[in-house]
């Protein structure tokens, strides 16, 4: 029988479609693998050609006399620039403002090759680090009132280099997304007098059925109401509205489970489109009590179509229960980066 489940967090409804459910091992890409050289003389963002970017904002290690692990630059491309004031107009309906702004790209490390997946969990937490780094560094911008931290991997998730690296874009709003979740939590932290996150992440812990992976201070599961297949999140156990406040002993957990994850997912569905963000409370943020940080994982394995477009209302073809059962079994022992 088809169900209809409601996302605790945003109240949207979607249609879990178990008439037409597929087996999750059906969504594997299915793709040869692909032969990717470690090094790519004409890539940007290979070693030796950092003169073709800009100036990079932050590198690790810090000292120069070292090759750089992760490096974060000034998007070449920016969507929005930082050398403009956000000077707001209106003119009749129209508000608009001037493209104020950060985007910067985080190089995940010097190997074209090595997806986040197949790197070391150390090495993942440098990435978390630089993330940090730039978020807190950002924050203090009062012209920046939030910031996305985001990944797109392969094509059909919006990749245009193929070099791995993340995302950063600060923006003087709030994106209307972000402030719906947020109205949610306010609304249930008057009405309950919890935080809504801390609520659902201690029930589904109990319930098992929608685990995925749990390290020591973080949680991956499927979605409850997932609108596509796979949506995972990964939660901090500790409340925390801001991503600013994640501290050094978190951000090797979160490197290890989310590094386990994203293996689990190469592996599991041969290596899929995806796209991960995460998704903090505004940049003042920082100790609110009814907003909680968490990780949004979506691989890329189906299309959007004419249904969501009219009514923004998605059908999933996979139970998340069957989806998170699948993953707990794949192995990631032998995925490149384990325990390196
Ligand atoms: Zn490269
Ligand atoms: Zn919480």
Same mark, same amino acid.
């Given at each position: 029988?088809?169900?209809?489940?409601?996302?605790?967090?945003?109240?949207?409804?979607?249609?879990?479609?178990?008439?037409?459910?597929?087996?999750?091992?059906?969504?594997?890409?299915?793709?040869?693998?692909?032969?990717?050289?470690?090094?790519?003389? *004409?890539?940007?963002?290979?070693?030796?050609?950092?003169?073709?970017t800009p100036p990079e904002v932050l590198r690790y290690p810090v000292s120069?006399?070292?090759?750089?692990?992760?490096?974060?630059?000034?998007?070449?491309?920016?969507?929005? *620039?930082?050398?403009?004031?956000?000077?707001?107009?209106?003119?009749?309906?129209?508000?608009?403002?001037?493209?104020?702004?950060?985007?910067?790209?985080?190089?995940?490390?010097?190997?074209?090759?090595?997806?986040?997946?197949?790197?070391?969990?150390?090495?993942?937490?440098?990435?978390?680090?630089?993330?940090?780094d730039r978020y807190r560094t950002l924050s203090v911008d009062r012209r920046?009132?939030?910031?996305?931290?985001?990944?797109?991997?392969?094509?059909?998730?919006?990749?245009?280099?193929?070099?791995?690296?993340?995302?950063?874009?600060?923006?003087?709003?709030?994106?209307?997304?972000?402030?719906?979740?947020?109205?949610?939590?306010?609304?249930?932290?008057?009405?309950?007098?919890?935080?809504?996150?801390?609520?659902?992440?201690?029930?589904?812990?109990?319930?098992?059925?929608?685990?995925?992976?749990?390290?020591?201070?973080?949680?991956?599961?499927?979605?409850?109401?997932?609108?596509?297949?796979?949506?995972?999140?990964?939660?901090?156990?500790?409340?925390?509205?801001?991503?600013?406040?994640?501290?050094?002993?978190?951000?090797?957990?979160?490197?290890?489970?989310?590094?386990?994850?994203?293996?689990?997912?190469?592996?599991?569905?041969?290596?899929?489109?995806?796209?991960?963000?995460?998704?903090?409370?505004?940049?003042?943020?920082?100790?609110?009590?009814?907003?909680?940080?968490?990780?949004?994982?979506?691989?890329?394995?189906?299309?959007?179509?004419?249904?969501?477009?009219?009514?923004?209302?998605?059908?999933?073809?996979?139970?998340?229960?069957?989806?998170?059962?699948f993953l707990r079994k794949v192995s990631v022992e032998h995925a490149a980066?384990?325990?390196?």
């Amino acid at each position: 029988m088809p169900e209809l489940r409601q996302n605790f967090f945003t109240k949207e409804w979607v249609i879990i479609a178990t008439e037409r459910a597929k087996r999750p091992e059906e969504l594997a890409t299915h793709r040869a693998p692909q032969e990717v050289p470690s090094f790519v003389e *004409s890539c940007p963002f290979c070693p030796g050609n950092e003169s073709r970017t800009p100036p990079e904002v932050l590198r690790y290690p810090v000292s120069l006399a070292e090759p750089w692990s992760v490096r974060v630059i000034p998007n070449k491309f920016a969507a929005l *620039s930082s050398e403009v004031q956000p000077t707001r107009s209106l003119q009749h309906l129209r508000r608009r403002i001037d493209g104020f702004g950060f985007h910067e790209v985080i190089i995940d490390s010097p190997d074209h090759s090595r997806c986040l997946p197949l790197l070391p969990d150390a090495h993942v937490a440098g990435i978390l680090h630089a993330y940090r780094d730039r978020y807190r560094t950002l924050s203090v911008d009062r012209r920046v009132n939030h910031i996305t931290i985001f990944k797109n991997h392969g094509a059909d998730a919006g990749a245009s280099l193929q070099h791995p690296h993340s995302q950063l874009i600060a923006t003087p709003v709030i994106p209307s997304q972000v402030r719906h979740r947020l109205h949610e939590a306010r609304r249930h932290y008057d009405d309950a007098g919890e935080c809504m996150f801390c609520h659902m992440v201690e029930r589904e812990v109990e319930d098992q059925m929608r685990i995925v992976i749990k390290g020591e201070h973080f949680v991956g599961m499927e979605v409850f109401a997932a609108a596509t297949p796979f949506a995972t999140h990964i939660f901090p156990l500790r409340h925390m509205a801001s991503f600013g406040d994640i501290s050094d002993l978190e951000i090797a957990d979160l490197a290890r489970v989310l590094r386990a994850l994203l293996a689990k997912i190469y592996i599991g569905l041969e290596n899929p489109d995806l796209n991960f963000t995460i998704r903090s409370g505004p940049t003042e943020y920082s100790g609110a009590r009814h907003f909680h940080w968490y990780v949004s994982v979506i691989p890329r394995l189906t299309r959007v179509a004419g249904f969501e477009l009219g009514s923004g209302m998605f059908i999933n073809t996979v139970l998340p229960e069957a989806a998170a059962e699948f993953l707990r079994k794949v192995s990631v022992e032998h995925a490149a980066g384990a325990g390196a």
